[in-house]
């Protein structure tokens, strides 16, 4: 079992930025792809980025590419998420998420783990 706690989240202005993070308990995160995921208000919610378990490969869907960042260090079990630039529409609840899989996982099913997800909203 692996638990997520969140934190970081709140209420900023267009082109602030703001730090999430994501820190893991139970059997280490290292194991784990970190995934990223976001769900903006009635909306589904969608993949935004993820890092690898080893060499920290990362990927990042188009509209955050260059403004997102994700990071881990496996020592402190904890992953990063650092966003700039942010955007009115940037706004919504941003996820943390632990995946098995070997593959790049991009789908929630994917996913074992979930943390609680903080609150981003950007004012415009």
């Known amino acids: 079992q692996v638990q997520l706690v969140e934190s970081g989240g709140g209420l900023v202005q267009a082109g602030d930025s703001l730090r999430l993070s994501c820190a893991a308990s139970?059997?280490?995160?290292?194991?784990?792809?970190m995934g990223w995921f976001r769900q903006a208000p009635g909306k589904e919610r969608e993949f935004v980025a993820s890092?690898?378990?080893?060499?920290?490969?990362?990927y990042y869907v188009d509209s955050v590419e260059g403004r997102f960042t994700i990071t881990r260090y496996n020592a402190q079990n904890t992953v990063y998420r650092q966003m700039s630039s942010l955007k009115h529409e940037d706004t919504g609840i941003y996820y943390c998420a632990a995946s098995s899989a070997t593959s790049s996982p991009r789908k929630m099913l994917e996913y074992d783990y979930w943390g609680q997800g903080p609150q981003v909203t950007v004012s415009s």
């Open positions: 139970g059997r280490t995160n290292s194991t784990y792809t």
């Open positions: 890092i690898s378990r080893y060499r920290c490969y990362t």
